[in-house]
């Protein structure tokens, strides 16, 4: 089991800056992937970013390339995405999501954190 806690979400205006926080704990070595997700309200849940555990290669949706960048410190179990230049449309729930090295999609999810972009 892996069990995985996103902090960091509030109230921005738009060309404002968010760093959201997730902490992943328990059974983690065997982690791969994690990424974020975000899910605005009368949308369905869309990929942000993805990083993997060891090399720290990454990807991006590009709605938010050049603007989020997602990073790791492996010490802490901890992942980032840095929020710069925000737009209403960022305005979602954002989910961390954890991918073990023997799984197929993304195998726990954390509960979300509201990020609001106003103008």
């Known amino acids: 089991q892996v069990q995985v806690v996103e902090s960091g979400g509030g109230l921005a205006q738009v060309g404002g800056s968010l760093r959201l926080s997730c902490v992943a704990s328990?059974?983690?070595?065997?982690?791969?992937?994690m990424g974020w997700f975000r899910q605005a309200p009368g949308k369905e849940r869309e990929f942000v970013a993805r990083?993997?555990?060891?090399?720290?290669?990454?990807s991006y949706a590009d709605s938010v390339k050049g603007r989020f960048t997602i990073s790791r410190d492996n010490a802490k179990n901890t992942v980032y995405l840095q929020m710069n230049s925000l737009k209403v449309e960022d305005t979602a729930v954002y989910y961390c999501?954890?991918?073990?090295?023997?799984?197929?999609?993304?195998?726990?999810w954390g509960q979300g954190t509201q990020v609001t972009v106003s103008s």
């Open positions: 999501a954890h991918r073990g090295m023997k799984s197929r999609d993304y195998d726990y």
């Open positions: 328990g059974r983690t070595f065997g982690s791969f992937v």
């Open positions: 990083i993997t555990w060891s090399g720290g290669s990454t």
